[in-house]
């Protein structure tokens, strides 16, 4: 008897901007609950997860992005690697699925410093995962995160946090970029998304209609977080903060109509906002079967 097929097709889907290809690199996901979700009950997050058809037990989703422009491979975040148990990791399995290993990708542009973003820069022996590439993340993100003294000083709930920032850049030394200007590296433009972490940081690619706008963790919980933008979690470091940047960048991408892409929007994780009768609505990208 044959036997039935589990697994789902290679994690990833590409996209054309302007002169770029940009292709979503799924890392898998993370099987939560509510107990970080602050700003709305729980009874309500899950009625807008059921009229969605989501189960009412929260999923967040973890993607990558690849940046390619014919002269460097680019990857914009890492995943959790190993850190986050077996529904996580998948980024180097996809990554060569589409094309590409660990040695050709020529740069990492780090949105923050959480373990779901860092994970994958090391592998589970903590040695660097691109042995080629150059790390970029903004000076206010490393200044938080890698600082010693801060780090000594922090409640003990957010140790492990520093300590995980600081042991998946060790092995890449010297090959750690903290930048302070608009454009980290040709071609891609940084765009300061404070709130979540002091240095959360989107990175903005010019195209068609405004571009796209990868925007690391805007929302984490995307079907409740359009609706609601009010709604933060325990993560952010600054969740007022946090929200009115959220307000702000779902406002200019629905103006400036831009494709957003976000590491915990449902795979493969492009889409359109627009302004919704309760808040706002995330309108997923037409698939194209060629670029």
């Known amino acids: 008897m044959a036997m039935m097929p589990t697994e789902q097709a290679p994690g990833f889907q590409r996209r054309r901007v302007g002169g770029t290809v940009v292709t979503a690199v799924n890392d898998g996901m993370i099987l939560g609950n509510f107990d970080a979700v602050r700003g709305i009950e729980a009874s309500a997050a899950e009625a807008v997860l059921r009229s969605c058809f989501r189960p009412v037990e ?17 990857l914009i975040d890492t995943g959790s690697g190993s850190l986050m148990g077996a529904f996580g990791g998948r980024l180097l399995g996809n990554l060569r699925a589409a094309g590409l290993a660990p040695g050709d990708i ?24 691109f042995e080629r590439a150059e790390i970029f993340v903004a000076e206010a993100e490393g200044a938080f995160w890698l600082d010693p003294e801060r780090a000594a000083r922090a409640p003990e709930a957010m140790r492990p946090a520093f300590a995980t920032a600081a042991a998946a850049l060790a092995p ?9 200007g608009l454009e980290p590296i040709p071609g891609i433009r940084a765009e300061s998304l404070p709130g979540h972490t002091p240095g959360h940081t989107g990175y903005r690619i010019d195209g068609d209609a405004g571009g796209l706008l990868i925007w690391g963790d805007i929302v984490h919980l995307p ?19 946090a929200e009115a940047t959220r307000r702000r960048v779902f406002d200019m991408a ?20 627009a302004l919704a009768s309760e808040g706002y609505a995330l309108v997923p990208a037409l698939w194209m079967p060629a670029l």
Not at 58 to 74: C, H, M
Not at 115 to 127: E, N, Q, R
Request: zero cysteines; charged letters at 20%.
């Open 58 to 74: 929260p999923t967040f989703t973890i993607n990558t992005y690849l940046v390619q422009d014919g002269a460097r491979n680019v």
């Open 254 to 273: 629905a103006r400036d109509r831009l494709l957003v892409a976000g590491m915990h929007m449902h795979f493969p994780g492009f889409a359109n906002v």
């Open 106 to 129: 020529d740069a990492v542009l780090l949105t923050h410093l959480h373990i779901d973003h860092v994970g994958g820069l090391t592998d589970a022996a903590g040695a660097a995962s």
């Open 223 to 241: 079907d409740i977080q359009s609706r609601r933008p009010g709604v933060t979690l325990a993560f952010d470091i600054d969740p007022v903060q």
């Open 172 to 180: 890449y030394g010297a090959r750690v970029r903290r930048f302070t």
